[in-house]
């Protein structure tokens, strides 16, 4: 039976993957995984991008611009999605997605090969954001064609189940990216990789990429598009009618609102800011933090594909939408206890150590600066700054109109210096980094032979299983919201808005609320806000989806 006769009976009751099928799905997934694995190395290796290609000697400001340009890839995955899902509809969803591959894995080796800032100047950064903004561009029309062309091979009652799979290839994109990282920091000196061996795992994408086309070009165009293009019924202004429609925008607004928003900072939440947190504000080695992270990844993946097969039983939406309300609701005892794991001696300051800046309001900026670019020199913000820099909680009181900044360390008058006031905050018991009360295991075996280690792993596994509540079911949902003429389009735009802006945004949104308030979990009301206000608008006004027939 063909593909195309195999879809026509999508109504039929569920049967088993066919090999065909199975192609399908391990072809789709493997290149994207490559792409996943692409667009995550910039963040894991933020650290030493930042020395590479960035000027300066903040350290907070080199990090949060490095955020920045993983962030910038981002900002552009809507407009990938836009032009990407344009193509797909008109021509194909096969020839769309390997154009996406080869532009996205070309960036990525060029940025293994970027010089230095010391050799080319303000050149560097430049060209490490273009190839950011391109590899953006890329991954916005690729999810939508890999989830889009698996779907329309599903048969009835399975496509939560089969597009489940699509689902894992970001978080396996992530762990074979910090597989690849660790391998490399375990098999040379700190001081080797920092020079030149964080180089490598870019340089390696250039034979996935040649493995990924190949997979890819043994792919036949998905039986629906064929169906379609033979009836003669492709639309020919897919985003006009798409978005210009006010029918079709409502499905994308409900889509966005209702769905993507609060999936996409529940991911961002459980995988990167999870690993933000654990170096940037918890002060853990890179290596330490990369294996907690990888092992609660791979405990969590293979419940991307239970939540999509369970989508399949009882519907996308309750699954969706759970995910995101218990997501909200635990966020700040989970961290809270995580934190208490890998770094005792910093909760233990926070709640013993009152530290008091008393500062005239005037004087006191908002110190908003998710891109590093501001430069503070009132004596209020260079000091709120170092302080959130080296996670020491602060409370700020209102001084008169004037009057001089003052600190005070439980009750008792400190210098109020940023330098100095650091320091005082330390010697009342605030840890520094490398402090030995720090949680770390530089190998996989003192890690599993740590409870202190496995207790984090165990945090991050429930993390993780949020995010696989949210993400597994999402393709499916989002294939299904929209007819087969606009349907990459369609889907593409909301997913990649709700991930690309409110998800890509997380780390350096929530970095900057922390650097602003002086508390080190202030960031989580980012997201949870943004979850909370999907699973309401959810709750409302998303259908169901789980039973419609994908073919008209």
Known sequence: MSMASQASDSRAAPRPMTKEERKVIIASSAGTVFEWYDFYLAGSLAANIAQTFVPGDNDTAKFIFVLFGFAAGFAVRPFGALFFGRLGDMIGRKYTFLVTMTVMGL??????LLPSFQTIGYLAPTAFIICRLLQGLALGGEYGGAATYVAEHAPMGRRGFYTSWIQTTATVGLFLSLIVILGLRLSMSPEAFAAWGWRVPFLLSIILLGFSIWIRLQLAESPAFVKMKEEGTQSKAPLSEAFGNWQNAKIGLIALFGGTAGQAVVWYTGQFYALFFLTQTLKIDGTTANLLIALGLLLGTPFFIFFGWFSDKIGRKPILLAGCLIAALTYFPLFTMLAKTANPNLINATENVKLVLTADPAECGTLFDPVGVRTFTKPCDVVRRALATNSIHYDLVPGPAGSPLKATINGKDVPSGAAELTAAAQAAGYPKAGDPSILKTPSIGELLSSSRALQAVGILFILVLFVTMVYGPI?????????????????????HIGNGWF????????????????????GLWYPIIVALGTFVIGLLFLPETKDRNILQ
């Open 475 to 495: 393709a499916a949902l989002l294939v299904e919201l929209f007819p087969t003429r606009i349907r990459y389009s369609g889907m593409s735009l909301p997913y």
């Open 107 to 112: 960036a990525t080796f060029v940025v293994g």
């Open 503 to 522: 998800g890509g945004f997380l780390p350096p949104t929530a970095f900057a609320i922390v650097a602003a308030s002086g508390n080190i979990f202030s």
